[in-house]
């Protein structure tokens, strides 16, 4: 029972994160239509910059927000002068999404080729900001820890913000519309394309905190050739393909499911099979729904 | 008197494309006599990327489903070529024949799942396979775990001779293996089949109006592409002696799709560009690094920023592929 307890909280901590890099890959689903695999360097990037803030002023709490601010920023500049023109080309055929997922790989590995250069061996730092020891109930150390507080704090904080952003913002609501009607939005007056790149922004910025997250509840350490990276992005796609990929609910959901199912197969099962039960868990969600959990048939949820 | 002229535009026939392939073949026979050891490891390699290449070509060029997942296909039919030498001491022509044969069979449990998806969640549900397939090998000990096992392709007759040397071999192996592949792959893709994954892809609706079943359709389109993939893992298999996890990582099956858009994903016929640039670009980039400075830094990193912005470029400037854009041009 201790050990269940234990458990359920490593996946609702890992889970939580996870949650952070599918709502930003389902963002920019939304506003774009295009998998975004270039969400992994763009965390990857900003955890960098989050990195060297630490560095310089010692404080977490200016590391995130700048992290944050520089994960928009660059995922607002991808949007911008590489999605844009390439979507421009391609005509927005809906049925070509082969094209724009290999060119965002592409981006991931200039991402990463860029960051290697700049770091080279270096790895940038980000050591948990409050102990990582559990708290002792009845004698023994559990697996809630303050850091742990403090990520699950900081994930439902911005779910908080997002919701309100989303359901009581102007911005919000263009957004929604922008990417439920593109061109009745447009004729409706909103800014279609500054809209696309606000979601693109929003989304960058919640990569950058998946990204600072993992990497102190991880090794506390970020390396252009991260293996957390990796599965943060991994993780993150296939849980916002569980959610229904449309769905900022269905991400959270999916990502907690995958978090928790994973962290039980690592205690009971073993490590060796936690990669092939993600792939058993997206696959079987997918037979019962085609569409993943909250996603809809034929329609754009707004 | 009537004349009848007909603008002759000429057609390209059966013949026309087997005279192609044997001066393919004869061109790789004086190749494997001319070059070096290392250089006919890289032209079995080519010829490996040619199978998988072709593999992924076929499923999303032309039956229009996306696999982020090859890799995984691969690891199967490496794994099945290596059981097969190894319980039933088979020899390697067999365990090639196993290797298509088991993995299409996962192909077609795979295609039967992956027909009711499309878009983002195949793409997630291959990507998925990639990383799980092949670590679950260190779960079972019959699949050798980290260490993997062992697929021993054998020393080639004794007689082509004492100077014929193993990477030779292979090279042979997999340049004959990968010829009759890609034989077998064109005229499918001329077939009824391939006019009806082509019609699937291009407009389901008019297809299904037309009789055909799309569902089927869907799931013998996964199979073949698995049946191929199977073979290039049983070849890559035979060149390295050895099958383990470490071997398939999910940057394999990121490299074969890079490999077929570099390819020009609609057309078979560039496949060899795509190999030969996965195999070419690393090479050239340690050499211009060697060059430039004596980083290390730099030598590990330049292969892939290549080929990375190969691929950007490739996505710009000619998305239908090199050899589409050629021909548009001519067209003109």
Redesign the interface.
């Known amino acids: 029972m201790f050990q269940f307890v234990n458990t359920l909280l490593i996946g609702i901590t890992a889970g939580s994160i996870y949650s952070l890099m599918a709502i930003s890959i389902v963002l920019v689903?939304r506003s774009t239509r295009v998998?975004n695999f270039a969400a992994g360097g763009l965390a990857l990037a900003s955890s960098f910059v989050g990195a060297s803030v630490l560095e310089k002023t010692g404080s977490f709490w200016i590391a995130l927000p700048v992290a944050m601010v520089a994960g928009a920023l660059f995922s607002a500049v991808v949007e911008f002068f590489?999605l844009r023109?390439?979507l421009k080309?391609?005509g927005e055929k809906s049925?070509e999404?082969?094209?724009?997922?290999?060119?965002t790989?592409?981006?991931?590995?200039?991402i990463?080729?860029?960051l290697?250069?700049i770091y080279?061996?270096r790895i940038g730092s980000l050591p948990p900001p409050l102990s990582d020891k559990g708290f002792i109930v009845s004698g023994e150390s559990i697996a809630l820890s303050p850091l742990r507080i403090l990520i699950l704090g900081i994930v439902l904080v911005l779910m908080i913000v997002l919701t309100l952003i989303f359901q009581r913002t102007n911005l919000g609501l263009s957004l929604r519309a922008a990417s439920f009607a593109p061109e009745i939005s447009r004729l409706a007056g909103i800014r279609v394309d500054l809209i696309r790149t606000a979601g693109w922004a929003i989304s960058g910025a919640a990569g950058a905190t998946a990204g600072i997250l993992q990497t102190t509840n991880g090794s506390g350490s970020v390396a252009p050739e991260s293996f957390e990276f990796?599965l943060l992005l991994?993780f993150g796609?296939?849980a916002?393909?569980i959610g229904g990929?449309e769905s900022l609910v269905g991400a959270v959901v999916g990502s907690l499911t995958l978090g928790i199912i994973l962290a039980i197969i690592l205690t009971y099962v073993?490590s060796?099979?936690?990669?092939?039960?993600?792939?058993?868990i997206?696959?079987l969600v997918?037979?019962l729904r085609?569409?993943?959990i909250i996603g809809v048939k034929g329609s754009r949820r707004a | 008197m009537l004349k009848v002229v007909a603008v002759h535009k000429p057609q390209i026939t059966n013949k026309h494309r087997f005279v192609g392939f044997a001066l393919i073949a004869l061109s790789v026979y004086i190749l494997s006599n001319i070059v070096d050891e290392w250089r006919s490891f890289q032209g079995a390699t080519i010829a490996i990327y040619v199978v998988a290449i072709a593999s992924v070509i076929l499923l999303?060029g032309y039956s229009?489903q996306?696999s982020?997942g090859h890799g995984a296909l691969l690891a199967i039919g490496a794994y099945a070529a290596a059981l097969t030498q190894i319980y039933f001491s088979a020899p390697i022509w067999i365990c090639f024949i196993a290797a298509v044969l088991v993995t299409a069979f996962f192909g077609a449990i795979l295609g039967a799942?992956a027909a009711?998806?499309s878009?983002?969640?195949l793409?997630?549900?291959t990507?998925?396979?990639a990383?799980?397939?092949p670590?679950?090998a260190?779960?079972f000990s019959i699949l050798g775990g980290e260490q993997g096992i062992s697929f021993d392709a054998g020393w080639p007759p004794l007689s082509f001779g004492e100077a014929f040397t193993q990477y030779k071999w292979f090279f042979w192996i997999t340049s004959l293996a990968a010829l009759i592949a890609m034989w077998w792959v064109q005229n499918i893709l001329r077939s009824r089949y391939g006019r009806a994954w082509r019609a699937v892809k291009s407009n389901d609706v008019a297809a299904e109006l037309a009789g055909i079943n799309i569902g089927r359709s869907k799931v013998l389109a996964f199979t073949l592409s698995a049946g191929l993939a199977g073979l290039a893992g049983a070849l890559l298999a035979t060149t390295l002696n050895n099958v383990s996890p470490s071997v398939f990582p999910?940057a394999l099956s990121?490299s074969i799709?890079?490999g077929a858009?570099l390819s020009g994903?609609n057309t078979l016929g560039g496949v060899i560009i795509g190999s030969v640039a996965l195999v070419a670009i690393p090479e050239i980039a340690t050499s211009v690094s060697d060059r430039w400075s004596g980083s290390d830094?730099?030598a590990?990193?330049?292969p892939?920023?290549i080929?990375?912005?190969l691929?950007?470029l490739t996505?710009?400037l000619a998305?239908k592929g090199p050899i589409e854009k050629i021909r548009s041009r001519h067209a003109k």
């Open positions: 689903w998998v590489f023109p390439l080309r391609s049925q999404i082969f094209l724009p997922i290999i060119a790989l592409g981006l991931l590995g200039i990463k080729a860029v290697n250069f080279g061996d990796s991994v796609f296939v916002a393909v990929i073993g060796s099979l936690v990669f092939f039960a993600a792939f058993i997206l696959i997918l037979l085609p569409h993943g | 999303t229009g996306i982020l799942a009711r998806l878009g983002p969640y793409a997630g549900t990507l998925a396979l990383v799980g397939l670590s679950i260190n779960q999910l990121f799709a890079t858009v994903v830094n730099l590990t990193l330049l892939d920023f080929v990375s912005a691929l950007i996505v710009f998305p």
